[in-house]
């Protein structure tokens, strides 16, 4: 209420007029941080707007290449029980992201009768754990392969490049 209160007609408008309520959430998180009077922000703080900022690339990511699917929506994919999707997240054979109140799984991995192939090979090459930096490995361009983004080779069926990618992704150093 206080964001609201204290934010212009227009910009208060275009936050309510966002398309679901996290995007309203965000908007009007964004505009109080820009213009810095509608929250208290400890303007000192750079974790502020990191926090802000990283926030910002989870959601892109959770809306990019159609999506993050329930446990249901993926398990009736997969033709399998919401409890054997969870077997299959805790065994790191599907892509996941911990989004709070339960588990999101990004759509980029399902192809038409069932997972993309590749999916599983790519996800036991990961040296990292963190599930939002593997979906990033995934969503983002890669020097390693020339720059093109790993979901991309996959579809293409270049599992064997996206594999040595995804398992030297992390480290520091040459590649």
Do not use: C
């Amino acid at each position: 209420m206080r964001i609201a209160e204290r934010m212009s007609r227009d910009r208060l408008k275009a936050a309510v007029e966002a398309s679901t309520d996290t995007d309203v959430l965000f908007s009007s998180l964004r505009e109080a941080a820009a213009i810095g009077s509608e929250i208290e922000l400890d303007k000192h703080d750079p974790l502020t707007e990191a926090f802000l900022r990283g926030s910002e690339i989870k959601r892109g990511m959770l809306k990019t290449e159609g999506g993050a699917l329930s446990a249901r929506q993926l398990a009736d994919h997969l033709s399998i029980t919401p409890q054997g999707l969870g077997r299959k997240r805790t065994r790191n054979q599907v892509f996941w992201l911990d989004v709070g109140d339960g588990y999101a799984y990004p759509a980029f991995q399902v192809g038409k009768s069932g997972l993309l192939p590749g999916i599983r090979k790519v996800l036991d090459a990961f040296k990292i754990n963190d599930p939002w930096m593997r979906v990033n490995f995934m969503l983002t361009g890669d020097r390693r392969l020339g720059g093109k983004r790993p979901i991309d080779l996959l579809r293409k069926g270049e599992v064997d490049d996206v594999v040595r990618a995804a398992a030297a992704y992390g480290e520091h150093g040459a590649a």
